[in-house]
């Protein structure tokens, strides 16, 4: 089974990594409801650093994919 790796960034600012997860797994990750607050502040306003961008690599390290949340899920249901 293909391993892929995911890296969730806010901005340029790489914020967690999954490394070497299979397909089921990646999507399981990309479920929780912490990945699509991309742009929303906090209460009073002030900027909260939710991601905005996501790559994932292939297992040799190579970028297939760099989008927002709503295309990187796409992308991650297409892989098999």
């Given at each position: 089974?293909?391993?892929y790796?995911?890296?969730?960034?806010?901005?340029?600012?790489l914020i967690e990594r999954f490394d070497h997860r299979?397909?089921?797994?990646?999507?399981?990750i990309l479920e929780?409801?912490?990945y699509?607050?991309?742009g929303q502040t906090g209460p009073f306003g002030e900027i909260v650093k939710n991601p905005?961008?996501?790559e994932i690599l292939d297992s040799a390290m190579e970028k297939i994919h760099k989008g927002n949340f709503?295309?990187?899920?796409?992308?991650?249901?297409?892989?098999k």
């Amino acid at each position: 089974m293909a391993r892929y790796t995911l890296k969730v960034f806010y901005g340029n600012e790489l914020i967690e990594r999954f490394d070497h997860r299979p397909v089921p797994k990646l999507r399981n990750i990309l479920e929780h409801p912490r990945y699509d607050r991309g742009g929303q502040t906090g209460p009073f306003g002030e900027i909260v650093k939710n991601p905005d961008n996501f790559e994932i690599l292939d297992s040799a390290m190579e970028k297939i994919h760099k989008g927002n949340f709503k295309e990187t899920v796409a992308f991650a249901g297409k892989l098999k």
